[in-house]
């Protein structure tokens, strides 16, 4: 009995002074936080897309109140966003810079030539490590729907094997674009027009011809008709330089494969 009794004597008290030990430390070894992290985490809307520059939404809200970070740059949040992110920190609210996403191919089921017949796991990040996909074009879309899966706005959709974005819902958060194992989506500012090429494939144009009927085949045309010399071609593509583009519309007016 007197032995039973010791141990729960000897464990109780181990008990109290590891709890006293434990409140020392938590008052000694604390870190002082800023309070305006959770405020700010709140107003963010937990996308975790890291179009802001930073790993999600909590970094991102803790750069913002160490100060020197941009509070527009939370693309899903919007304006509404940026305004209470400022009102919170005391600074002047700034317009966020409208983004959305672009889907870089014209490669539907009715332009492109396929390879195989896939049967393997409905994904294009699978389908593209087997051989590059069932598509004779291996710079395109796969059509599986990865980027659809992860958008959190459901603004894409895949038509005729082709990935395609809704504009009007599309919050620019580059999900998509770090998701296609294609690297055909591009995200950028619309916030004046210009001209786009929907093509990523890089080979000659007489074997991109044989692939699919919507793809650029570096015949120059656009160049010699661009008035504003904004585009070139590189590696058998063409290539837009957005500084330059007025976004006038002659190339895609005189495009013969109709991929711009």
């Known amino acids: 009995m007197d032995t039973i009794l010791l141990a729960i004597v000897s464990v109780t008290a181990l008990g109290v002074v590891c709890a006293v ?17 959770a405020q700010l985490r709140e107003l963010l809307p937990g996308v975790n897309c890291g179009a802001c520059g930073h790993t999600g939404c909590d970094g991102y809200a803790e750069a913002l109140a160490d100060g020197g970070v941009p509070t527009n740059a939370c693309t899903p949040g919007g304006d509404e966003t940026a305004k209470a992110i400022s ?34 796991i409905q994904t294009c990040a699978a389908a593209k490590k087997l051989y590059g996909g069932q598509n004779a074009c291996v710079y395109g879309c796969l059509g599986f729907g990865d980027c ?41 500012s619309y916030s004046a027009p210009t001209a786009i090429v929907l093509c990523k494939n890089t080979e000659r144009g007489a074997v991109v011809r044989k692939k699919c ?23 058998n593509l063409a290539v837009v330089d957005r500084a330059k583009c007025t976004g006038c519309g002659i190339c895609a007016t005189v495009c013969i494969m109709k991929c711009i």
């Open 87 to 120: 009102a919170v920190l005391g600074v002047e609210a700034e317009d966020v810079l409208a983004c959305v996403a672009v889907v870089c191919c014209g490669g539907d089921f009715d332009a492109r030539r396929g390879k195989m017949d896939y049967a393997g």
């Open 148 to 188: 659809a899966a992860v958008c959190p706005e459901g603004a894409i959709c895949v038509e005729s094997g082709l990935a395609r974005v809704d504009t009007r819902k599309c919050v620019g958060c580059r999900l998509c674009a770090a998701v296609c194992p294609s690297g055909i989506i591009h995200v950028d």
């Open 213 to 235: 009927q919507k793809g650029c085949i570096g015949c120059m045309k656009c160049v010699k008709e661009c008035p504003e010399e904004a585009i070139a071609v590189s590696d």
């Open 21 to 37: 030990l434990l409140a020392v430390a938590s008052k000694v070894m604390a870190v002082e936080t800023d309070g305006r992290v």
